[in-house]
């Protein structure tokens, strides 16, 4: 029974081949980061306000200049497609059945066109920039087609970490699938079906190019080739010029940063390390937060992500200045472990945890913990 995020881990580990488990699960060299990013919530502790009249509760949050029923998106990550069938559509209409959002990732299986096509709700896209800047403006006409309002640029994966677990289990020199590797899906089979179901995978931003080979493996790792391993501040000055929707800096974990992305005109920053994945040793997100939070007061909003697994996790963010949560992991769990069910048994558990966190703090809303902010809570 999946009644939170760990079960769904579990429940994903069983069902998932290892080595795409491992790669959702871990994160760069000792995985420091990835564990403070959890360890780190605990620092904080949530203020028990009593005797108000906390009997309804509105988890309304306003965050990228729209009004969402609850405090929370889902976030990119990649391949979705290759831990459920479908599941970027899954995904997308669970959240969409929610009324929230999800990010699409560049290393997407279904195409923004494809999953337009078979979702009615929002959608934002996150660009990895691109050294090749024909694939580059492509990416940006496919959101532009599609609808989408807010672009998030990835800016901590330059150049990718390592990952420990994906050495060991060959992930990263992955570009076809050899006689071992099918024996190990075999021994899912319930995932292996699911997937044989489902089709060929493939990149779908890039899918109709053939110089990305054919595909999901050799197309992704042609695509990742091709990031602009020398981005620079200059780059986002030039995406702003050709991006007319709102824009939006993914991976901001210094105040000096976000500060100099307040200057680049961007709408809105993530405080992410890309959940422990990029650079071991740095800051959790929840310790970066409350710095970047005083640096820039109201003048540029502030999203969160990173070890998001509690409702109290996401109060918590709110509390020290984000405007709103991305899911990660977390509801990748739930889609591995049961597909668009499962990310929505991972949103309404979340929701519920957040609505009663706010309750037993006193609290009627979203908007009075925003109010209440860092006197919401106490450190440890
Ligand atoms: C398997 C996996 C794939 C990811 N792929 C992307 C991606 O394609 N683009 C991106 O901007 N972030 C990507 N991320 C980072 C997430 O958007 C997010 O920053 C991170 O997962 C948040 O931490 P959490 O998983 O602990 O909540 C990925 C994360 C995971 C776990």
């Given at each position: 029974?999946?009644?939170n995020?760990?079960?769904?881990?579990?429940?994903?580990?069983?069902?998932?081949?290892?080595?795409?488990?491992?790669y959702?699960?871990?994160?760069?060299?000792?995985e420091?980061?990835?564990?403070?990013?959890?360890?780190?919530?605990?620092r904080?502790?949530?203020?028990?306000?009593?005797?108000?009249?906390?009997?309804?509760?509105?988890?309304?949050?306003?965050?990228?200049?729209?009004?969402?029923?609850?405090?929370?998106?889902?976030?990119?990550?990649?391949?979705?497609g290759?831990?459920?069938?479908h599941?970027e559509?899954?995904?997308?209409?669970?959240?969409?059945?929610?009324?929230?959002?999800?990010?699409?990732?560049?290393?997407?299986?279904?195409?923004?066109?494809q999953?337009?096509?078979?979702t009615?709700?929002?959608?934002?896209?996150?660009?990895?920039?691109?050294?090749?800047?024909?694939?580059?403006?492509e990416?940006?006409?496919?959101?532009?087609?599609?609808?989408?309002?807010?672009?998030?640029?990835?800016?901590?994966?330059?150049?990718?970490?390592?990952r420990?677990?994906d050495?060991?289990?060959?992930?990263?020199?992955?570009?076809?699938?050899?006689?071992?590797?099918?024996?190990?899906?075999?021994?899912?089979?319930?995932?292996?079906?699911?997937?044989l179901?489902?089709?060929?995978?493939?990149?779908?931003?890039?899918?109709?190019?053939?110089?990305?080979?054919?595909?999901v493996?050799?197309?992704?790792?042609?695509?990742s080739?091709?990031?602009?391993?020398?981005?620079?501040?200059?780059?986002?000055?030039?995406?702003?010029?050709?991006?007319?929707?709102?824009?939006?800096?993914?991976?901001?974990?210094?105040?000096?940063?976000?500060l100099?992305?307040?200057?680049?005109?961007?709408?809105?920053i993530?405080?992410?390390?890309?959940?422990?994945?990029?650079?071991?040793?740095?800051?959790?997100?929840?310790?970066?937060?409350?710095?970047?939070?005083?640096?820039?007061?109201?003048?540029?909003?502030?999203?969160?992500d990173?070890?998001?697994?509690?409702g109290?996790?996401?109060?918590?963010?709110?509390?020290?200045?984000?405007?709103?949560?991305?899911l990660?992991?977390?509801?990748?769990?739930?889609?591995?472990?049961?597909?668009?069910?499962?990310?929505?048994?991972?949103?309404?558990?979340?929701?519920?945890?957040?609505?009663?966190?706010?309750?037993?703090?006193?609290?009627?809303s979203?908007?009075?913990?925003?109010?209440?902010?860092?006197?919401?809570?106490?450190?440890r």
């Open positions: 029974m999946i009644v995020v760990e079960d769904a881990r579990r429940a994903a580990r069983r069902r998932l081949p290892r080595i795409f488990f491992d959702v699960d871990g994160g760069a060299f000792a420091e980061t990835l564990a403070a990013n959890r360890a780190d919530f605990a904080w502790t949530l203020v028990q306000r009593v005797l108000n009249d906390v009997s309804t509760r509105d988890l309304t949050t306003r965050f990228l200049g729209t009004d969402h029923p609850l405090p929370f998106m889902l976030g990119p990550v990649g391949f979705l290759l831990y459920a069938g599941g559509v899954a995904a997308a209409k669970a959240a969409h059945a929610a009324g929230i959002g999800l990010c699409l990732s560049t290393f997407s299986i279904a195409s923004l066109g999953l337009r096509q078979e009615s709700g929002p959608l934002a896209f996150q660009l990895y920039v691109m050294s090749d800047r024909a694939i580059g403006d990416l940006l006409e496919q959101a532009r087609a599609a609808g989408v309002e807010t672009l998030f640029v990835t800016v901590d994966t330059a150049i990718t970490s390592v420990e677990r050495v060991r289990n060959g992930f990263r020199s992955l570009t076809r699938i050899t006689p071992a590797l099918a024996l190990k899906f075999a021994m899912r089979p319930l995932w292996s079906l699911d997937m179901r489902a089709g060929r995978p493939e990149v779908g931003a890039i899918a109709h190019r053939p110089e990305f080979g054919r595909g493996l050799e197309q992704a790792s042609h695509l080739r091709r990031i602009d391993t020398r981005l620079s501040w200059k780059d986002i000055d030039d995406l702003r010029a050709r991006w007319g929707g709102r824009l939006v800096l993914k991976g901001i974990l210094a105040r000096e940063d976000a100099t992305a307040r200057a680049a005109g961007v709408d809105a993530v405080v992410s390390n890309h959940g422990g994945r990029q650079l071991d040793g740095a800051a959790s997100t929840i310790a970066a937060l409350p710095d970047i939070a005083e640096a820039l007061g109201d003048s540029l909003e502030i999203l969160f990173g070890g998001i697994r509690r109290a996790d996401i109060v918590k963010a709110l509390a020290l200045g984000a405007s709103g949560v991305l990660g992991r977390a509801y990748v769990y739930g889609l591995a472990a049961a597909g668009e069910a499962g990310v929505a048994r991972i949103i309404a558990h979340l929701s519920e945890e957040v609505s009663l966190t706010l309750g037993l703090m006193g609290l009627s979203i908007d009075e913990l925003k109010r209440r902010g860092r006197a919401a809570l106490r450190p």
